[in-house]
């Protein structure tokens, strides 16, 4: 059930960032000594995908015990509870993996190397942890580490970079 749900919230959050990530990363590659238009374009990126995204999750989240039952039948009903808390966690998570690719299209690949080793550990050892109480445990688990992790890891890999936590919470706040 948790790999049902997971896979049904990640899909049509993947289909939206795929593309626009992939025409964000030369565009901002080619942007990295021009910090207001790195800044300015980071914004709309940051922005659209807000726009795009949070609605989409949101309304999973509320409506998902329909969605499943008309998507995936009425034997996926027990993948509802989970679906919601992943929703939770998804809410900021498209916006969020904009960490991953500032650093990218920088050119600071040692920092994102460290960025990714400290993000897989902490969520290695919630999963760990949420496993105690089964697969709800397991979506609890991650879910707060989302959001455990969210300041601290923009701060570390906005450092040093024309943007900054600030810069990314204006950016999301309307669409929020």
């Known amino acids: ?12 959050i993947n289909q939206l960032r795929a593309p626009i990530c992939s025409v964000a990363i030369p565009v901002l590659s080619s942007l990295q000594n021009d910090r207001d ?15 795009i995204t949070m609605p989409v999750i949101a309304y999973t989240f509320v409506y998902v015990r329909h969605l499943v039952e008309v998507l995936l039948g009425p034997q996926w009903g027990d993948a509802v509870p989970i679906f919601r808390i992943l929703a939770f966690g998804a ?7 904009m960490r991953g690719l500032t650093l990218q299209t920088l050119g600071l690949t040692r920092r994102y190397l460290f960025y990714g080793a400290i993000y ?7 999963l760990i942890i949420g496993v105690q109480w089964k697969t709800i445990g397991v979506a609890k688990a ?18 040093g970079t024309p943007l900054s936590v600030g810069f990314f919470v204006r950016a999301i706040l309307r669409p929020v």
């Not at 897989?120 to 919630?126: E, G, Y």
Request: charged share 10%.
């Open 1 to 12: 059930f948790y790999a049902k749900a997971y896979q049904f919230l990640i899909f049509p």
């Open 37 to 51: 238009g790195y800044r300015r374009y980071m914004r709309r990126l940051i922005s659209i995908l807000a726009f």
């Open 91 to 97: 809410f900021i998570q498209p916006v969020a993996s």
């Open 120 to 126: 897989s550990v902490c969520i290695i050892l919630a």
């Open 142 to 159: 991650y879910t707060i580490v989302q959001y455990l992790l969210l300041f601290p890891m923009l701060y570390y890999c906005f450092r």
